[in-house]
Nanobody
């Protein structure tokens, strides 16, 4: 599966943004999906994950209650709805995929920049 992330941009603090990750191929529904982010000078961190069927979602403490991960397997697309954005959410956001049997994410999209202005 190949991934293409989009939806980044400049947003004011308190605003919202929705990221999309479109997957190629017909096996998207087999993969767990994750959204990661990397802020300048910091390591990449996991923001949210969703399992292959879409019924289990998990969040990092830093985004819990503000971000929502979802997926539409019929459209081969995963989403990250980001609300109540803060300047510290500024980062390059990456979508990633892995098979449920794998521990690590091994398929990555190219990243999309989200900048939150104060």
């Amino acid at each position: 599966v190949q991934l293409q992330a989009s939806g980044g941009g400049l947003v004011q603090a308190g605003g919202s943004r929705r990221l999309s990750c479109v997957a190629s191929g017909r096996t998207f529904s087999l993969y767990d999906m994750g959204w990661f982010r990397q802020a300048p000078g910091k390591e990449r961190e996991l923001a949210a994950t969703i399992n292959w069927s879409g019924n289990i979602a998990k969040y990092s403490d830093s985004v819990k209650g503000r971000f929502t991960i979802s997926r539409d397997n019929a459209r081969n697309t995963a989403y990250l709805q980001m609300n109540s954005l803060r300047p510290e959410d500024t980062a390059v956001y990456y979508c990633a995929a892995k098979l449920p049997s794998q521990e690590l994410y091994d398929r990555w999209g190219q990243g999309t920049q989200v900048t939150v202005s104060s």
